[in-house]
């Protein structure tokens, strides 16, 4: 099994920040990283793909770098409809795996 | 547009069986893998197993804390996918989602998930 870890857990953050999220693959992933946001009591929403291709209808203030074992989130200037639950992803294998989330917070 | 409704969900002893349902709607049903994935409460995200589009023969895969107790399966002629949880356990408790995509890199659509509670 892969393991992903993100870091930190939480955040604060103000309107108008920049904001990095990490995630760590316990082994090398390539580029099959992806990133999800999800809001209190609604379901995920895909992101970022591939570790750096923006998902259709995200806001280009999203971006995602990094091959291997390590990858950023980065929101350039943080809004106020940004303030959600970030998790990364590994599709390198078979068996998927989530890391334990971001949470970003006022 | 694509759409997916989980149903099924509910209140269930420990060691008795649930199965969800997740129908979906707006693209090609039989091409497309469909996972499931799980959250429990005030917790992450945990991906339960999924089955394989036509293409690679609907086979499936389960992450080893359900493999020999759930089930997924599919319905080509209804477009629904199965969920068929046997032996639950009290750490089963967990909003379910299905979800698809149109490649097996990334979970793209998502359901609204169903609450599942297993209690006595």
């Known amino acids: 099994d892969i393991q992903m870890t993100q870091s930190p857990s939480s955040l604060s953050a103000s309107v108008g920040d920049r904001v990095t999220i990490t995630c760590r693959a316990s082994q090398t992933i390539t580029k099959y990283l992806n990133w999800?946001?999800?809001?209190?009591?609604?379901?995920?929403?895909?992101?970022?793909?591939?570790?750096?291709?923006?998902?259709?209808?995200?806001?280009?203030r999203f971006s995602g770098s990094g091959s291997g074992t390590d990858f950023t989130l980065t929101i350039s200037s943080l809004q106020p409809e940004d303030f959600a639950t970030y998790y990364c992803q590994q599709s390198y294998i078979t068996l998927p795996s989530f890391g334990g989330g971001t949470k970003v917070e006022i | 547009e694509v759409q997916l409704v989980e149903s099924g969900g509910g209140l269930v002893q420990p060691?008795?069986?649930?199965?969800?349902?997740?129908?979906?709607?707006?693209?090609?049903?039989?091409?497309?893998?469909?996972?499931?994935?799980?959250?429990?409460?005030?917790?992450?995200?945990?991906?339960?197993g999924f089955i394989r589009?036509?293409?690679?023969?609907?086979?499936?895969?389960?992450?080893?804390?359900?493999?020999?107790?759930?089930?997924?399966?599919?319905?080509?002629?209804?477009?629904?996918?199965?969920?068929?949880?046997?032996?639950?356990?009290t750490e089963d408790t967990a909003v379910y989602y299905c979800t698809t995509s149109d490649n097996y890199i990334c979970f793209q659509y998502w359901g609204q998930g169903a609450l599942v509670t297993v209690s006595s």
């Open chain 2, 53 to 89: 589009g036509k293409a690679y023969g609907g086979t499936t895969d389960y992450a080893a804390s359900v493999k020999g107790r759930f089930t997924i399966s599919r319905d080509e002629s209804k477009n629904i996918a199965y969920l068929q949880m046997n032996s639950l356990k």
């Open chain 2, 15 to 48: 060691g008795r069986s649930l199965r969800l349902s997740c129908t979906t709607s707006g693209f090609s049903f039989g091409d497309y893998p469909m996972s499931w994935i799980r959250q429990a409460p005030g917790k992450g995200l945990e991906w339960v």
């Open chain 1, 36 to 60: 999800y946001q999800q809001k209190p009591g609604k379901a995920p929403k895909l992101l970022i793909y591939a570790a750096s291709t923006l998902q259709s209808g995200v806001p280009s």
